[in-house]
DNA sequence: ATGTGAAAAACTTTCGAAAGTATGGCGATA
DNA sequence: TATCGCCATACTTTCGAAAGTTTTTCACAT
């Protein structure tokens, strides 16, 4: 490949804001920070939190398939790569984000669930790094359940509250191991 | 210039949703919408309320005084270009954005500001779509300072409300004169 | 008149090189 | 030894053209 394209896609990670541009002194990977993390969180569980309300409000028993077919084919998938457990199971990867975009789909603003989306992007740097650390100590299937059947059982509190400790859960964790 | 740098720009704005792109098809003006607007006002209403109360929450006297310049050089300005009506005030523009960025710059989240400063770029192709349809008739000046002396006086639920009306007044206007 | 398909035209994307800009090294000077 | 300025080098950005893709045109057959 030439410079453009390669350009091209850098253009779109500086969007996202995972990578950082400075004019003549070309891109760089954007840097992570406790503070950056913290921010990136609290929004993050801010507006899904909305969004879940409003999907548990607005959606129909299509929504409620929709988020138990991914629920289930997400625990049909090892979190861990198979062939290199140093490596990241891409497929898994893919079924948790599509899982978790199912629970906010149907929360009527375009606008708020391509924020989210990107909220997302961002958070996985953070998550994939705890991944490594804690090494899957935590029980990400089960809370993913307690989240799936709370919304489908139209208890915004409660899948509201599911959601938001599985969100701080793997922060937190990060946090305190970087604290110093 | 060559394509190069227009194609950076035009990439640029594929990132905040005012230009969209498809692949080999070249790029186009984000198409306008009522229910582009309806999710865009209501939004842009959520995130700065929150904005708006943390804002007035965490700020301290710098930050009162700077709502309190930014309004001042705002209404010292016509919003009207003196030298052609049919054009923008482009200085008057810049402080708007100003003066609405400084009523929430101090709520917290890097993130939650760099998004409404996102929705306030998508919002202004339709609040200047107004402005020539309207004729100015509104007065946005009194609506400005209800707004910055609520949040000087730490009146959150005075604030929000008016800021909200603000907000929801131009959208309103909008979506009735289109409604056939 | 209507539809089909090939050729031409217009447009989008990519390329390799040129131009422009920052960085690091080195010698001269204080 | 430290500082400054210059030059060489490495890197970033921009350029004009080539390659690739879509759209339009037009002749031809139905």
Same mark, same amino acid.
Request: hydrophobic share 40%; aromatic share 6%; glycine share 4%.
């Given at each position: 490949m030439s410079v453009s394209p390669v350009r091209e896609a850098l253009a779109r990670l500086v969007a996202t804001g995972l990578v950082t541009a400075e004019h003549n002194l070309g891109y760089r990977v954007a840097p992570l920070s406790a503070d950056d993390l913290k921010d990136l969180v609290d929004t993050r569980v801010r507006e899904e939190a909305w969004a879940l309300r409003q999907s548990i409000g607005n959606g129909d028993e299509m929504w409620e398939g929709r988020v138990l077919a991914s629920l289930h084919v997400l625990e049909r998938l090892p979190r861990e790569n198979p062939d290199d457990q140093t490596l990241y199971n891409e497929a898994w990867e893919k079924r948790h984000s599509d899982f978790h975009h199912a629970l906010i789909s149907e929360c009527g603003s375009k606008l708020t669930l391509a924020f989210c989306e990107n909220l997302r992007d961002l958070n996985d740097r953070?998550?994939?790094?705890?991944?490594?650390?804690?090494?899957?100590?935590?029980? &990400? /299937?089960? #809370?993913?359940? %307690?989240?799936?059947? &709370? /919304?489908? #059982?139209?208890? %915004?509190?409660?899948?509201?509250?599911?959601?938001?400790?599985?969100?701080?859960?793997?922060?937190?964790?990060?946090?305190?191991?970087?604290?110093?």
């Amino acid at each position: 490949m030439s410079v453009s394209p390669v350009r091209e896609a850098l253009a779109r990670l500086v969007a996202t804001g995972l990578v950082t541009a400075e004019h003549n002194l070309g891109y760089r990977v954007a840097p992570l920070s406790a503070d950056d993390l913290k921010d990136l969180v609290d929004t993050r569980v801010r507006e899904e939190a909305w969004a879940l309300r409003q999907s548990i409000g607005n959606g129909d028993e299509m929504w409620e398939g929709r988020v138990l077919a991914s629920l289930h084919v997400l625990e049909r998938l090892p979190r861990e790569n198979p062939d290199d457990q140093t490596l990241y199971n891409e497929a898994w990867e893919k079924r948790h984000s599509d899982f978790h975009h199912a629970l906010i789909s149907e929360c009527g603003s375009k606008l708020t669930l391509a924020f989210c989306e990107n909220l997302r992007d961002l958070n996985d740097r953070y998550r994939r790094l705890s991944l490594v650390l804690e090494g899957g100590a935590r029980n &990400a /299937a089960t #809370e993913h359940r %307690a989240i799936a059947v &709370a /919304a489908i #059982e139209r208890d %915004a509190p409660r899948a509201i509250e599911a959601l938001s400790s599985h969100y701080l859960a793997t922060a937190q964790y990060l946090l305190e191991t970087y604290a110093e």
